[in-house]
Protein backbone atom coordinates (compact mmCIF):
# COMPACT_ATOMS: atom_id res chain seq x y z
CA UNK A 1 0.00 0.00 0.00
CA UNK A 2 2.64 2.71 -0.94
CA UNK A 3 1.68 6.04 -0.86
CA UNK A 4 -1.87 5.66 0.21
CA UNK A 5 -2.75 7.90 3.44
CA UNK A 6 -6.13 8.04 5.26
CA UNK A 7 -7.92 10.55 3.22
CA UNK A 8 -9.34 11.44 6.66
CA UNK A 9 -6.23 12.04 9.36
CA UNK A 10 -3.69 11.55 6.55
CA UNK A 11 -1.89 8.90 8.35
CA UNK A 12 0.26 6.21 6.58
CA UNK A 13 -0.97 3.56 8.54
CA UNK A 14 -3.50 2.39 6.31
CA UNK A 15 -3.77 -1.43 5.00
CA UNK A 16 -6.20 -3.20 2.55
CA UNK A 17 -9.07 -5.13 4.55
CA UNK A 18 -11.19 -6.62 1.45
CA UNK A 19 -11.65 -6.83 -2.21
CA UNK A 20 -14.62 -6.57 -4.40
CA UNK A 21 -16.05 -9.59 -4.98
CA UNK A 22 -15.69 -8.78 -8.53
CA UNK A 23 -11.70 -8.69 -8.53
CA UNK A 24 -10.38 -5.33 -9.64
CA UNK A 25 -13.60 -3.24 -8.81
CA UNK A 26 -12.67 -2.24 -5.79
CA UNK A 27 -10.45 -2.54 -2.60
CA UNK A 28 -11.98 -1.70 0.78
CA UNK A 29 -9.33 0.10 3.29
CA UNK A 30 -8.64 0.93 6.62
CA UNK A 31 -7.18 3.21 8.80
CA UNK A 32 -5.28 1.88 11.72
CA UNK A 33 -4.87 5.30 13.68
CA UNK A 34 -8.58 6.41 13.20
CA UNK A 35 -10.60 3.06 11.92
CA UNK A 36 -11.78 5.10 9.12
CA UNK A 37 -12.62 2.58 6.20
CA UNK A 38 -13.13 2.97 2.89
CA UNK A 39 -13.27 2.09 -0.85
CA UNK A 40 -11.34 3.01 -3.35
CA UNK A 41 -14.02 4.04 -5.62
CA UNK A 42 -15.77 6.46 -2.74
CA UNK A 43 -15.45 10.13 -3.74
CA UNK A 44 -13.30 11.30 -1.07
CA UNK A 45 -12.91 14.68 -1.59
CA UNK A 46 -15.70 15.24 1.30
CA UNK A 47 -14.12 13.80 4.14
CA UNK A 48 -14.84 15.27 7.42
CA UNK A 49 -10.86 15.75 7.76
CA UNK A 50 -9.70 15.18 11.70
CA UNK A 51 -5.95 16.22 10.54
CA UNK A 52 -5.82 18.73 13.28
CA UNK A 53 -7.35 16.60 15.70
CA UNK A 54 -5.92 13.58 15.21
CA UNK A 55 -1.80 15.25 14.65
CA UNK A 56 -2.41 16.27 18.49
CA UNK A 57 -2.72 13.28 19.65
CA UNK A 58 -1.65 10.09 17.07
CA UNK A 59 2.33 10.60 17.78
CA UNK A 60 1.98 9.35 21.34
CA UNK A 61 -1.59 7.25 21.31
CA UNK A 62 -0.73 5.42 17.82
CA UNK A 63 3.06 4.99 17.39
CA UNK A 64 4.47 1.50 17.00
ZN1 LIG B 1 -7.18 7.86 9.46
Redesign the pocket.
Known amino acids: MKGLI ?1 P ?2 D ?1 NKVEKVADSPVRGKWEAYS ?1 R ?2 N ?1 VWRSTEDLTNIDKRIEYWRQTAGREWAD
Do not use: F, G, Q, V
Open positions: CRCSCACY
